[in-house]
């Protein structure tokens, strides 16, 4: 990819393309310099913010595409403990166009979550401990990803991006936080 990666404007709750489900891209689109120009600028702005994920809904953009990355020193601040409890572990930079959950677990668990396009704030989020996901790559190929835990929770949240959902209208409103409060009080909280 030439060229300098930008670092994109994350919007923020409140901007109506973050409610409207995104246009899939086709093959042909995924491969157009346009959108290879994109998915590396998604993942300077991810990296910067920084976080696990960002969907292109989340920089303005109605695609249905993501990019998603969970670095090891993004966990340096947990214990053992919370990473084996969260199913944590490094995920590789990947990229993910057009998914579709074809398989989820019964069993879930319940995390606080929070989300770039609400900056500050998280919330306990019930989801299936595992998926199944239909996707195309950042080369327009498929590919069918199988997660669990933190990963699985991941896919989760982006894909709800590029439907229109956010963490809010599945959390517990009652866990509603900031992100000072929660790292404040995180000890009390069980799970």
């Not at 246009?23 to 702005?45: C, D, F, K, N, Y």
């Not at 919370?82 to 998914?99: C, D, Q, S, Y």
């Not at 069918?144 to 517990?172: K, P, T, V």
Request: charged fraction near 25%; hydrophobic fraction near 40%.
């Amino acid at each position: 990819m030439a060229g300098a990666a930008l670092r994109l404007k994350i919007v923020q709750a409140g901007e109506p393309v973050l409610r409207q489900r995104a246009r899939p891209l086709s093959p042909e689109e995924i491969r157009s310099a346009a959108v290879q120009a994109l998915i590396g600028h998604m993942r300077e702005t991810m990296r910067d913010a920084p976080g696990v994920g960002l969907a292109a809904p989340q920089i303005g953009q109605g695609l249905q595409l993501a990019v998603i990355e969970d670095r090891a020193d993004y966990q340096k601040s947990l214990s053992a403990e919370e990473l084996a409890a969260r199913g944590r572990e490094p995920v590789p930079f990947h990229v993910i166009v057009n998914p579709e959950i074809i398989a989820r677990s019964e069993e879930t668990d319940v995390f606080h979550e929070g989300c770039l396009s609400l900056a500050g704030f998280s919330a306990r989020v019930e989801r299936a401990r595992s998926v199944r996901v239909s996707c195309l790559d950042q080369w327009g190929e498929a590919r069918i990803i199988e997660a669990s835990g933190w990963y699985a929770r991941i896919l989760q949240h982006e894909i709800d991006h590029l439907h229109g959902s956010l963490y809010i209208d599945r959390m517990d409103p009652r866990s509603f936080t900031s992100q000072a409060n929660y790292a404040r009080y995180r000890d009390i909280e069980s799970g």
